[in-house]
């Protein structure tokens, strides 16, 4: 395996050398547009399906490797997190049956999968964000053991100087930070190509970027992340923050994240924006190339690129140009890079039906937009997109405001059969993929919406990890099954399984919603809380949320019973004397079960990088009892 030195950008001179590759394959790309040797004529669309590995409890998997060994197959390769695989689909031209025939690969490629996967006790899943990922889950351990992915993690945490931070508010709110970008590994997508005429780059892109916030609207399928609910498609703001390498100096310069929705119209070729891109972006991998672009054009040689196309993929615009060659022809595409794994297949190309189908019926008048509409107005459609969904409110030329379903009702799906039918696409395809997202649209049934209308549905049921293991698994079945979101019930308690699948680690038992007081809170208040609360074990926290000790109401009536107790006492004066017993949230139940048996316990305080995040008391564990009990 090659090492992680061969990307080093350290090396000054193999840096230097990247950078007249950069240089000249500006040139070369240039010199193609120039002399018009780009493929057109032709429209071919591509698929990247990223896809997540869960085991029988509906956790993260990480067998990644494992399961490519046991695949063999060069359409699938690895992802950032060791739970993670990526499926690469053959291009096809966009005609015909090309989204059946799509549809029946992802259908064949995913079998092929799972089949791969149940040899490690594996399954593969199809989610923006697997719903049970923990924190505990995203460590660097978990990083994919590949070179280029450990250089990126060096070069992107040495350009911001510190731990990546994360914060995203929706109806919860996450505060959260990483020593690495593996939190940029828990989101999984669904790429959809689109080969464009060069010549109308500006056009093309510039309508990608108006259409992406109501495609984004009615897609949306990751609302929940380490248990948290918050955007609709909360991977558009995970995705920047936990690659985001600018320290603080450079984001007092308004230096652009190498995540992002765009910063301006585009008005040039796609040279220029590519230049562009090398003028703000500092390469992070700089591997020595061998081949000289200009030489190749010079011999008529389709040049690869390929100093630009390895700058182009360490910056994530969501809509993205790319350089290829296809049967030695080279061609320009777009990428969309914001449509969500899942919830199934057929959704999914559905999903990328609408969006082909509106690339392919682009207004004529297209080049009239940046004088109609501002681009900041097309930059906040997209973010009201992913944190609303079909909630949305957009602006859109010629309209000050419009909502998302009526937009697509009214306007963007009789728009994208257009494009469909413009391209000779079968209409049994036509008719099956846009009916699913027109139903969808009617029934305000997304992903995200079945996701949370679940939870909403599971909170009284049991604990949240058990809420999130039955949501887990209900989309594992209704995905076997093939129906699209729409169609699909709530999930279940009972599909969560036995209670060795509900409960086989301390997190998926604990209690979250503390109560806490400081060790100086005076006595009145604690029997305050503890009466209100009506808790039986209160924690007693310093002002780093370090746990100090335990109040317990049976320690406290005694002490009052003895008259030990004074009003003038502070909670640190009646906290049990004892070191509270702890574990962490990966402890198995039955090694806590044990603790607590063993020492007479009647709780135990969950601790994570010693700070304190849940509690397992005895009416958890008669919680656990019963449900293995009713199990017989």
């Known amino acids: 395996m090659a090492s992680k030195a061969k990307f080093d950008v350290s090396d000054a001179t193999q840096r230097g050398a990247f950078l007249g590759h950069l240089i000249a394959d500006i040139q070369a790309l240039e010199i193609l547009l120039a002399e018009h040797r780009f ?53 096809h031209v966009f005609s015909g049956r090309c989204l059946s025939e799509v549809d029946d690969t992802l259908q064949r490629f995913l079998k092929a999968a799972n089949d791969a996967a149940g040899h490690f006790g594996a399954r593969v899943l199809l989610t923006g964000i697997l719903p049970t990922g923990r924190d505990s889950d995203i460590i660097a351990e978990n990083m ?110 308004r230096q652009r994240p190498r995540v992002g929705f765009g910063w301006h ?69 777009l990428e969309n890079r914001y449509l969500p794994a899942g919830p199934s297949v057929v959704d999914e190309v559905a999903n990328a039906a609408l969006w082909l189908g509106l690339m392919n019926a682009m207004p004529e008048d297209i080049a009239e937009l940046p004088r109609r509409l501002s681009f900041d107005s097309v930059h906040d459609n997209f973010l009201r997109a992913a944190r609303q ?7 859109w030329p010629r309209q000050r405001s419009i909502d998302a379903e009526n937009l697509l009702r009214e306007t963007l799906l009789p728009m994208a059969r257009d494009g469909l039918r413009k391209a000779d696409v079968a209409q ?20 995200s919406q079945w996701m949370l209308d679940s939870l909403q549905r599971l909170q009284d049921q049991g604990s949240a990890g058990e809420a999130l293991v039955a949501i887990t698994q209900g989309i594992y079945s ?10 699909w019930q709530p999930a279940e308690a009972a599909e969560a ?29 604690v029997r305050h809380i503890l009466r209100w609360s009506a808790i039986r074990h209160l924690p007693v926290e310093n002002d780093n949320r370090e746990l100090l000790g335990m109040i317990s109401t049976d320690t406290l009536i005694e002490r009052i019973q003895n008259h030990s107790v004074s009003s003038e006492m502070c909670a ?36 994570a990088n010693a700070k304190l995040v849940g509690i397992v008391t005895e009416h958890d564990c008669l919680r656990l009892v019963s449900s293995i009990t009713s199990e017989g």
């Open 39 to 91: 493929e057109t004529g032709i429209t071919r669309i591509g698929v990247e399906q990223e896809m997540c590995l869960i085991d029988e409890a509906g956790r993260p998997a990480m067998t990644a490797l494992r399961v490519l060994d046991q695949l063999n197959d060069d359409h699938f390769t690895t992802e950032l997190a060791c739970f993670n695989l990526e499926a690469n689909l053959d291009p």
């Open 144 to 253: 994919t053991p590949v070179p280029r992915y450990a250089a990126l993690n060096d070069a992107l945490r040495k350009s911001r100087g510190s731990d990546f931070s994360v914060y995203i508010r929706g109806i919860d709110e996450l505060i959260a930070s990483h020593a690495t970008i593996l939190y940029e590994g828990c989101n999984t997508s669904f790429q959809v190509h689109y080969q464009i005429d060069p010549d109308r780059f500006a056009d093309c892109y510039n309508w990608a970027q108006l259409i992406a916030a109501p495609v984004l609207a009615c897609a949306t399928n990751s609302p929940l992340f380490l248990g948290k609910r918050l955007w609709r498609e909360t991977r558009i703001a995970l995705f920047h923050q936990s690659t985001d390498d600018r320290s603080m100096p450079s984001i007092f310069r």
């Open 265 to 333: 119209w585009e008005t040039e070729t796609v040279a220029e924006y590519f230049k562009e891109m090398v003028c703000r972006y500092r390469p992070l991998l700089t591997p020595r190339i061998e081949r000289d672009s200009l030489e190749d054009v010079t011999r008529k040689r389709a040049p690869t690129l390929t100093a630009l196309n390895l700058l182009n993929g360490t910056v994530y615009t969501w809509n993205r140009p790319c350089y290829g060659i296809t049967d030695g022809k080279p061609h320009i595409r």
């Open 389 to 395: 969904g079909l909630n949305a409110n957009f602006e």
């Open 428 to 447: 049994a395809d036509i008719d099956r993929y846009l009916g699913v997202i027109e139903q969808r649209v009617d029934s305000s049934r997304t992903g």
């Open 478 to 487: 209704r995905q076997q099954a093939g129906d699209p979101v729409h169609t």
């Open 497 to 525: 399984g036995g209670w060795r699948q509900r409960w086989s680690r301390v997190d998926q038992l604990m209690s979250t919603d503390l109560i806490t007081v400081r060790p100086d809170d005076p006595l009145t208040l």
């Open 572 to 607: 640190k004066d009646v906290m049990d004397t004892a070191a509270p017993a702890t574990v962490t949230p990966d402890t198995t139940i039955r090694d806590a079960l044990q603790q607590m048996s063993a020492g007479k316990l009647s709780y135990l305080a969950v601790l």
